[in-house]
């Protein structure tokens, strides 16, 4: 009886809980996500949406096992197809939006209207949103000194794994994602130890790698020239640029290993600037030490404020995936 209860919890299913509720009682929709972290992301795209009449309830598929990520939200929520007005799926997009349509998870996630995706690779993608990395080493380390200018970075860091990153999506596209992986990708687009004073040193190194695998690239595929400027176009018309490609590579590779040695760096100088001010301030030493630890208790962990960035609200394509939510409730 329990497992044909189970079975049954669909959108149907919440439909009819729905209409079994006070006409007065708020419309209850539920979003199905991937993880913990995505249950945040999402609660910042949908809360917008909620009134007086609606509200979301953002959840992961299954409270009763421990599988997570976008396979189990697919294959539990697409598997007889129960989706509906009433339960959505929210995923991160990983290649699926740039495969565009070409494999069959591409296909699901672009066609069923109640499967709704992030655009960027991941949630982390967004996180890491270069305009708003500022405000996040600002929040970390309550010093608001520019010094260093995350905007013009990335902007220089997609420009150079641009041309590798079309060949990436060419090979994913037609079957050959085995002679240049995800991992492989992210090896070469690895800018290694930045320097914050001279980042030029670290952008050249990504630049040679690049260069060097675009040539083994090309010897390896000598008549793909066509199918590689179609791709691009293609990926160009999707609305990756060569000065946002870093929005569209692995999420945690960007967060983990681009953004977040970067933030410490940052802040580590800007923790630093901070503590040297305090301790030349003309004051007697208790009041400096008491304001040194006032200062030191204030501080804030690199990774958890990253991931509580929302910066990435005032981006394009965050309002491109809340007009998707927007056309849906209005379908």
């Known amino acids: ?105 591409s296909k699901s996630i672009l066609e069923n209207p109640y499967v709704f995706h992030t655009y960027v690779y991941a949630i982390e993608n967004f996180q890491c949103y270069a305009p708003s990395l ?59 130890g930045l320097n914050i004073s001279n980042p030029a040193t670290s952008i050249a190194n990504v630049k040679r790698k690049v260069f060097t695998k675009i040539n083994e690239l090309q010897r390896t595929y000598p008549d793909a020239k066509a199918e590689y400027l179609a791709t691009k176009e293609s990926v160009k018309a999707l609305g990756v640029t060569p ?31 901070r503590q040297n001010e305090i301790s030349r301030a003309r004051a007697h030493n208790t009041q400096k030490r008491n304001e040194m630890t006032c200062y030191e208790n204030s501080l804030q962990d690199i990774k958890v404020m990253l991931k509580k960035n929302n910066g990435y609200m005032a981006s394009e394509l965050f309002r491109k995936i809340q007009d998707d939510i927007r056309h849906y409730l209005e379908g």
């Open 1 to 105: 009886m329990a497992k044909r209860l189970k079975d049954n919890i669909n959108s149907s299913y919440f439909e009819a809980a729905n209409a079994l509720t006070s006409k007065k009682a708020r419309h209850r929709i539920v979003a199905y996500v991937e993880s913990y972290d995505d249950i945040y992301f999402w609660r910042t795209v949908l809360s917008e949406f909620e009134n007086d009449k609606r509200y979301f309830e953002v959840m992961l598929p299954s409270k009763g096992k421990l599988s997570r990520g976008k396979k189990s939200v697919l294959m539990t929520l697409l598997k007889a197809e129960p989706l509906g007005k009433d339960m959505i799926a929210c995923v991160d997009a990983d290649y699926d939006y740039l495969m565009a349509g070409a494999t069959p998870s």
């Open 134 to 192: 500022h405000n996040v080493c600002v929040s970390v380390t309550l010093n608001d000194h520019r010094i260093f200018d995350f905007r013009e970075y990335f902007r220089q860091f997609s420009e150079a794994i641009f041309p590798l990153f079309v060949w990436s999506i060419m090979l994913y596209r037609n079957g050959n994602y085995t002679k240049f992986t995800i991992t492989d990708f992210n090896r070469i687009a690895d800018p290694g």
């Open 243 to 273: 000065q946002t490609t870093y929005l569209y590579i692995q999420g945690h590779h960007l967060f983990d290993t681009i953004a977040s040695p970067m933030l410490s760096k940052v802040c580590n100088v800007l923790r630093q600037e």
